[in-house]
Each structure stands twice: as structure tokens, then as C-alpha cells.
């Protein structure tokens, strides 16, 4: 008697892909001859890639690469089947010269969300690299410096911390503070911070009735 055993497949790039893909947005183009980009958002990433680059997938693999230090390897018919699911998850989000607006608006999202709140004004500091905010009971506060590397890790530095910081203070979900005012005493050393209203900060995370 025979018996079968079957061998389990190895998964394709679009088995791995694919579940990672959490929304897209799609921005027009600036001038009626720029190309619309796409932000596609890969398991906390942003990947950003101009609609004429769609039709081959080296510009996705670069940028998965960066991210993810991951090579994936398409083969025939994968990268169609990719491409075809961002293009139907695609939303609109205006465009392209608002890009700015956009990463700004998903760098507090992350901070809201993704940050870990604190009463120690010592934890800004971590030394694993976390994302911290300390909340003074009237301001949420954190590192500009975790800032910056948020926009450079997950935001590959489309927007510089200066234009994100000037954006939120326009819109009211930062706290402006003179170049005196916005720092805070840390482990022996003073440091640069960005401050948000803490009534408004809870509310965007759901607890705003916490103290």
C-alpha cells in the first residue's frame, strides 16, 4: 500500500504580502503630467510609489526591502495579482502636493495610538528604543527625537520633522512653545519635546475620562 505525503508549499511573496497590505491611499498628481502616487500601508510601513511604477514590482521590493529587510522574490503573475489588490483598496487622498498633510496626520495617528504612556518623565529616555510619552497630568510630552526617528523609520523621511511640527501646531494637536519652553530636564540633561493638550491626546485615544 502507498502511501501519500503530500509536502507543504512554500509561501509565495503575494501569500506574504498580501495580508500585510492594511490600506491604501491614492494622491493625484501635482500637474496634469505628474504621476498620482500611492501611500500604501504594509504592517505599520508606508510604502510610497508613483502609479507609473506599478507595472513592474521593483519599486515595491525596494521599498519592502528598506522597511523590512526582506527580498521578495515574484514570480510570474504575483506582482499582477499585487498590484491589482492595491488598486482596489486604493482610497482617495487628494493631492500629492497635500502629501505632507497626509504623513503629518499619520505620524500623530501613530503617536497616538502606538505610544506608550507614562508618569516617569525618565522612561522618554528608553533605552530599547520604544515609543514613550510622559504625561504630566496637563501635557502628553515626547522626544523630538522620537520623533525624527519615526519619520525616518516609518515614514522615510517624506516630511521633515520642522513642516510635521508647523502643521500640527496649525491644527491645534500640538502645543507651539518657545525654543526656552520645549525642553524638558531628563537623566541629568535637557531635551527637546514636543508637547500635546492631554484632554484632546486622551480623547483621540479613547480614555479621555483617565487622570
Not at 506574504?16 to 498620482?36: F, M, Q, S, Y
Not at 506599478?54 to 525596494?62: E, G, L, Q, R
Request: charged letters at 35%; one cysteine or more.
Amino acid at each position: 500500500m502507498s502511501i501519500s505525503i503530500e509536502t507543504p508549499s512554500r509561501p509565495t511573496s503575494s501569500d506574504i504580502v498580501l495580508p500585510l497590505i492594511e490600506k491604501v491611499i491614492r494622491a493625484k498628481g501635482a500637474t496634469t503630467k505628474a504621476p498620482d502616487e500611492f501611500y500604501i500601508h504594509v504592517s505599520g510601513h508606508i510604502l510610497v510609489i508613483d502609479t507609473d511604477k506599478m507595472t513592474s514590482p521593483s519599486a515595491f521590493v525596494k521599498q519592502f526591502f528598506k522597511h523590512f529587510n526582506k527580498i521578495l522574490p515574484f514570480e510570474k503573475g504575483e506582482w499582477l495579482r499585487i498590484a491589482e489588490h492595491i488598486a482596489d483598496l486604493a482610497e482617495d487622498g487628494g493631492y500629492v502636493e497635500d502629501s505632507d498633510l497626509i504623513v503629518t496626520d499619520l505620524l500623530y495617528e501613530k503617536i497616538v495610538n502606538d505610544g506608550e504612556v507614562t508618569d516617569d518623565k525618565n522612561d522618554l529616555d528608553p533605552l530599547d528604543g520604544g515609543l514613550y510619552l510622559w504625561d504630566d497630568g496637563r501635557e502628553i510630552i515626547v522626544l523630538s527625537s522620537v520623533v525624527r526617528e519615526l519619520l525616518k523609520e516609518d515614514f522615510s523621511n517624506q516630511v521633515n520633522i520642522g513642516k510635521a511640527s508647523d502643521i500640527l501646531n496649525r491644527k491645534g494637536k500640538k502645543i507651539k512653545k518657545s525654543d526656552n519652553d520645549n525642553v524638558v530636564w531628563i537623566n541629568g540633561g535637557s531635551r527637546r519635546c514636543w508637547f500635546f493638550d492631554r484632554d484632546e491626546f486622551m480623547k483621540a485615544r479613547g480614555e479621555e475620562d483617565e487622570q
